[in-house]
């Protein structure tokens, strides 16, 4: 179905109002906070060590030759294990095996995580490199359900600091009373069901979901 968008700029007025080098950007923004640049260390101090061990959900982001991803991450707190402060370990649990992180590291080792904590507004960046680890130790280190990991990712930290609250208190990203019910958006199988053209019968997989999720997540 098509989109209607209303008050969308032409592309005129798009092209005149782009910024295009770094001067006019910074000329927009002005200075550097002082303590923001002072927070970036290079790293896992353990004053960030303490957000990871408590973080059960991350974004990793990766770049590959057809360029950006974000994928999510979680599992009990803790997940991302501080092997020490320069490196970090990341199991890749079971999914749908595209791995488009995995592939993205092969073309380039560069990625980043976010990590967040339930309640708390401040979130932990960590930017680094990354390799894909097959080690036999590493694999039965990240066993849970019986089940070990195909690979882990072993991140090498190259920078590292926190985000303020401030996206999160705009958000209200914790208030309980801004949860929607599933009901409010497509459910999964409406939305392989309109992308697919009807390939996919939504209330069959719909059906089958909850089961299957349970018994795949390891």
């Known amino acids: 179905r098509a989109l209607c968008f209303s008050n969308v700029p032409k592309d005129g007025d ?10 006019a950007l910074e000329a927009l923004y002005g200075e550097v906070n002082e ?18 061990k408590a973080s059960p959900f991350a974004v990793l982001a990766s770049v590959g030759a057809d360029g950006l991803d974000a994928s999510p991450r979680g599992d009990p707190a803790g997940f991302v294990e501080i092997a020490d402060e320069k490196t970090l370990l990341l199991a890749d649990r079971r999914g749908n095996n595209r791995i488009d992180s995995l592939r993205n590291v092969l073309n380039d080792p560069h990625v980043a995580l ?21 080690a036999p130790d590493l694999l039965a280190r990240f ?24 996206a999160v208190i705009r958000a209200e990203l914790w208030n309980p009373e801004k949860r929607l019910p599933r009901a409010a958006l497509p459910s999964t199988g409406e939305m392989l069901q309109a992308v697919t053209r009807d390939r996919v019968d939504a209330r ?4 089958e979901l909850p089961a299957r999720l349970k018994t ?3």
């Open 14 to 23: 798009m092209v005149d109002h782009i910024v295009r080098d770094i001067a």
């Open 35 to 52: 303590v923001s640049a002072l927070k970036e260390i290079d790293y896992l101090h353990p004053a960030y060590a303490a957000f990871i």
């Open 114 to 134: 976010l990590f967040l904590v339930p309640g708390i507004g401040e979130t932990l960046r960590v930017n680094g490199r990354a390799e894909i680890s097959i």
């Open 143 to 166: 066993t849970l359900g019986g089940k070990p990991p195909r690979t882990v990712l072993v991140v090498h930290v190259d920078r590292v600091f926190f985000q303020c609250s401030r």
């Open 204 to 207: 069959a997989y719909d059906a």
């Open 216 to 218: 795949t997540l390891y």
